[in-house]
């Protein structure tokens, strides 16, 4: 299990190493729809994988994708059952993004 770095910053871009591929995470807070999403490209061959997958809570966001890299959470570590806002701290903070490998989980 890895837990992805992230921030309250309204736009920002982790490369983070998974099962020994790299990929580049934007993170996105988007106005319109008050909600987090998430693009993901691998970096080896810049194939953009996601674009515009929407983070929520207690639900495998990669599960309905058909990707072969294993799980994504979001998972509110304060128990309030609350969605991830813009509001500082709350993402990376009380909300944090989960990473389990193929069979961890």
Do not use: N
Not at 80 to 103: C, H, I, M, N, W
């Amino acid at each position: 299990m890895i837990v992805i770095p992230l921030t309250s910053d309204p736009c920002q871009v982790v490369t983070v190493t998974l099962d020994s591929v790299e990929y580049d995470l934007t993170v996105k807070w988007g106005e319109l729809r008050q909600r987090w999403s998430l693009d993901i490209l691998r970096r080896d061959d810049q194939a953009s994988l996601v674009r515009g997958l929407a983070l929520v809570l207690g639900v495998d966001i990669l599960a309905a994708r058909g990707l072969d890299i294993g799980q994504l959470y979001m998972v509110d570590e304060s128990a309030q059952g609350a969605e991830a806002t813009s509001a500082d701290g709350d993402l990376g903070g009380r909300v944090k993004l989960f990473y389990f490998s193929p069979g961890e989980s």
